[in-house]
């Protein structure tokens, strides 16, 4: 990527850094092809970080996919960003190290906590072959017990879909450390809650049956 020419053409000039009349963004394509810096002078100048592509990738998915870990950081640290999206985006397209970065961003925290199981439940729809090492990185850095209703929950909707044992599986890859870790997330979240709460909302519970 040219950043001098892309400046020129964007301070001088008055190029549009979101042009109607073509169906991909300027900094949809500068995520895609990895140019950070770029990237870095679209948001700069404005440029609309919720806009997608044919395939309805926004900026971030699309580096996701495409593995470029800086412009996605840039996204990340400046926008608010389609994070559950992304992270999908990062299992199915079978892109670890994306989402290893999305995991351990500080904008997961500010997904919904009604959508933040969605991704270990698509990790486990992709199956032992190409979701279980998906599942054992999001259980890693951010399982906390909770997963494990949810994704019951798959098996007993959908009926027949074997989801349960990938994250049997999953869990059982995990080192004495690292499930421990799931437990003390567990605890934290179930003793933090001001709602009323019953005895079976304890997620610990959830691994007895």
Do not use: W
């Not at 809650?193 to 049956?209: E, G, H, T």
Request: hydrophobic residues 35%; glycine residues 4%; aromatic residues 4%.
């Amino acid at each position: 990527g040219d950043l001098e020419m892309a400046t020129i053409l964007l301070k001088e000039c008055g190029a549009s850094v979101d042009p109607q009349s073509v169906s991909r963004s300027p900094l949809l394509l500068a995520c895609q092809e990895g140019h950070s810096e770029i990237v870095t002078l679209l948001l700069d100048n404005k440029a609309d970080h919720t806009l997608m592509d044919f395939r309805h990738d926004t900026p971030l998915c699309r580096s996701t996919k495409a593995s470029h870990t800086n412009c996605m950081i840039t996204l990340l640290d400046r926008c608010k960003t389609d994070m559950v999206r992304s992270i999908v985006k990062a299992i199915v397209n079978r892109k670890l190290e994306p989402l290893k970065v999305l995991l351990d961003h500080k904008a997961y925290l500010d997904i919904d906590p009604k959508d933040r199981h969605e991704p270990i439940c698509h990790a486990c729809k992709q199956g032992v072959d190409n979701g279980l090492p998906f599942a054992v990185t999001i259980l890693r850095k951010r399982g906390d017990l909770q997963e494990i209703s949810a994704v019951k929950a798959i098996d007993r909707d959908t009926g027949g879909t074997p989801t349960m044992n990938v994250l049997i599986r999953a869990y059982a890859e995990l080192s004495t450390h690292d499930l421990s870790r799931c437990v003390t997330r567990a605890c934290l979240k179930y003793s933090s809650s001001n709602q009323d709460r019953k005895s079976n909302d304890n997620p610990l519970l959830s691994c007895f049956y």
